[in-house]
């Protein structure tokens, strides 16, 4: 693999990138690159970054930054990753460049348009949290999560194969698509739901309720509008880059809402019925998070009161009965019990697990994932 790599924007992305080339290459250099002085010095301090740069003073001469490097990962906004596109080419940088933007038309285009001196391969893990900054960098966040490659007819081949090698390497599964292609679905499952998100929490601290109302809410509004506790400023900016799709998204997100407007006015409790099933029907289809072939995998779940500990004590049980987690939900039922749904592989004593548990007073149901 590489033996120097520099990532531009320290943030939640850029570090936990570095922090899993670490994890996975402990003797790679990684060159951090941002903007804020302290937020340099808290990558070394973190060990995510072997040395760091402030980004003005990179930008005036790169030749020291990028002494060596062999990759730069672009971890910025789209607006500054597009700036940095040029500085490289300016500067004659000569290795690979990827990035991490959540959109990628624009950026693929104006790589395309430089023809530049390096090779650039454009990426959107797609991974995240509503934490931000570099205390959040985490070496597993992009562990089995799918990591979007948008090659054009004009990537080097050697290039993206390395691309595509690292990104195995920090743990993520690569999968390659076009870049208009990739901003299309990433509006829908992505973009939408956090303006949908921010509007459910805005629809409640609006009414002269608001405050009472936000007091009383359980899991499945928490649940559903984790996401709306992300950066405003990062996703002002994606919204603002992918802007037509995510009003197409609202648009067509507004007409389903008004189908289910339309069948509760009119009482229509079976069209209610049939919206909702034919929701739960593709939500329950949806694949355990990139996992091998159903058959192999095996769904346990759990009631339990949601309490601290309560999860550790049955990944214990798990891990000691040799069973192998490929997959962790929680279903929340109220504000203090949930239902804990755990997709096992199938190794290990699942019998014995299962005994386990009943011995703990839990009430364990275990069926192959194809049937449930």
Same mark, same amino acid.
């Given at each position: 693999?590489?033996?120097?790599? #520099?990532?531009?924007?320290?943030?939640?992305?850029?570090?936990?990138?570095?922090?899993?080339?670490?994890?996975?290459?402990?003797?790679?250099?990684?060159?951090?690159?941002?903007?804020?002085?302290?937020?340099?010095?808290?990558?070394?301090?973190?060990?995510?970054?072997?040395?760091?740069?402030? #980004?003005?003073?990179?930008?005036?001469?790169?030749?020291?930054?990028?002494?060596?490097?062999?990759?730069?990962?672009?971890?910025?906004?789209?607006?500054? #990753?597009?700036?940095?596109?040029?500085r490289l080419h300016e500067a004659g940088y000569r290795g690979i460049v990827t990035d991490v933007c959540? &959109?990628?038309?624009?950026?693929?285009?104006?790589?395309?348009?430089?023809?530049?001196?390096?090779?650039?391969?454009?990426?959107?893990?797609?991974?995240?949290?509503?934490?931000?900054?570099?205390?959040?960098?985490?070496?597993?966040?992009?562990?089995?999560?799918?990591?979007?490659?948008?090659?054009?007819?004009? &990537?080097?081949?050697?290039?993206?194969?390395?691309?595509?090698?690292?990104? &195995?390497?920090?743990?993520?599964?690569?999968?390659?698509?076009?870049?208009?292609?990739?901003?299309?679905?990433?509006?829908?499952?992505?973009?939408?739901?956090?303006?949908?998100?921010?509007?459910?929490?805005?629809?409640?601290?609006?009414?002269?309720?608001?405050?009472?109302?936000?007091?009383?809410?359980?899991?499945?509004?928490?649940?559903?509008?984790?996401?709306?506790?992300?950066?405003?400023?990062?996703? &002002?900016?994606?919204?603002?880059?992918?802007?037509?799709?995510?009003?197409?998204?609202?648009?067509?997100?507004?007409?389903? +809402?008004?189908?289910?407007?339309?069948?509760?006015?009119?009482?229509?409790?079976?069209?209610?019925?049939?919206?909702?099933?034919?929701?739960?029907?593709?939500?329950?289809?949806?694949?355990?998070?990139?996992?091998?072939?159903?058959?192999?995998?095996f769904e346990l779940s759990i009631p339990m009161r949601d309490r601290p500990g309560a999860i550790s004590?049955?990944?214990?049980?798990?891990?000691?009965?040799?069973?192998?987690?490929?997959?962790?939900? +929680?279903?929340?039922?109220?504000?203090?019990?949930?239902?804990?749904?755990?997709?096992?592989?199938?190794?290990?004593?699942r019998d014995a697990l299962v005994e386990s548990l009943q011995r703990s007073g839990h009430a364990p149901?275990?069926?192959?994932?194809?049937?449930?």
């Open positions: 693999m590489f033996s120097r790599i #520099a990532v531009i924007g320290l943030g939640l992305i850029g570090g936990s990138v570095a922090a899993a080339a670490r994890r996975a290459w402990p003797d790679l250099a990684v060159v951090g690159v941002d903007a804020v002085e302290a937020v340099c010095r808290r990558a070394v301090e973190l060990g995510v970054a072997t040395e760091t740069h402030v #980004a003005d003073a990179a930008r005036e001469d790169l030749s020291d930054a990028l002494s060596g490097v062999e990759l730069v990962v672009l971890a910025t906004p789209v607006a500054e #990753a597009l700036r940095w596109l040029d959540s &959109t990628k038309s624009a950026i693929v285009a104006k790589a395309a348009a430089l023809r530049p001196v390096y090779a650039f391969i454009g990426g959107h893990p797609m991974a995240g949290s509503e934490r931000s900054g570099i205390d959040a960098a985490n070496p597993e966040l992009f562990d089995g999560a799918y990591y979007v490659l948008t090659p054009t007819a004009d &990537t080097d081949a050697g290039a993206f194969r390395r691309v595509h090698e690292f990104v &195995t390497g920090i743990g993520a599964r690569p999968i390659s698509i076009p870049a208009d292609v990739h901003d299309e679905a990433v509006a829908l499952i992505s973009h939408v739901p956090h303006v949908a998100a921010a509007a459910l929490v805005a629809l409640v601290a609006e009414q002269p309720a608001g405050e009472d109302a936000l007091r009383l809410a359980a899991g499945g509004f928490k649940d559903m509008t984790r996401i709306a506790a992300g950066s405003p400023d990062l996703w &002002t900016g994606i919204c603002a880059e992918n802007a037509d799709r995510i009003v197409d998204g609202l648009g067509r997100l507004q007409d389903v +809402i008004a189908r289910f407007k339309d069948a509760l006015a009119r009482r229509d409790a079976g069209e209610v019925r049939s919206l909702l099933a034919a929701a739960a029907e593709v939500r329950r289809s949806l694949p355990a998070r990139w996992v091998p072939a159903s058959a192999a995998l004590e049955i990944t214990t049980l798990v891990g000691r009965a040799g069973c192998n987690i490929e997959d962790i939900e +929680i279903d929340h039922v109220s504000e203090d019990s949930a239902v804990l749904r755990l997709v096992l592989t199938d190794e290990g004593d149901t275990l069926r192959r994932l194809e049937d449930a």
